[in-house]
């Protein structure tokens, strides 16, 4: 097993790991897809004029900051 650094002290860890983690994580991943996929389904979302569009970068977690999105009836 590789060991690994422990995360800095204010790191954002989406439901953690460990003996600490998240026991509703795989179901709130779930939700979370099921609900895009609702809501993409029968909106469609674009950029507000002004806003440029926002690339995640790998990482430990994905929160592209500054995400401007407007949904309109399909």
């Keep these: ?6 995360p800095p002290r204010h790191a954002f860890v989406p439901f953690a790991a460990g003996a600490r983690k998240c ?3 795989a ?4 939700e979370a ?14 950029h507000l004029p002004g806003h440029r569009e926002v690339r995640p970068a790998a990482g430990g977690g ?8 407007q949904a ?3």
């Design 72 to 74: 309109t009836p399909r």
């Design 27 to 30: 179901f709130a991943m779930s």
């Design 23 to 25: 026991i509703g994580d």
């Design 62 to 69: 994905l929160r592209p900051r500054g995400l401007r999105i």
């Design 1 to 6: 097993m590789v060991q690994r650094a422990p």
């Design 33 to 46: 897809a099921l609900t895009l996929a609702t809501i993409t389904a029968r909106r469609s979302l674009k």
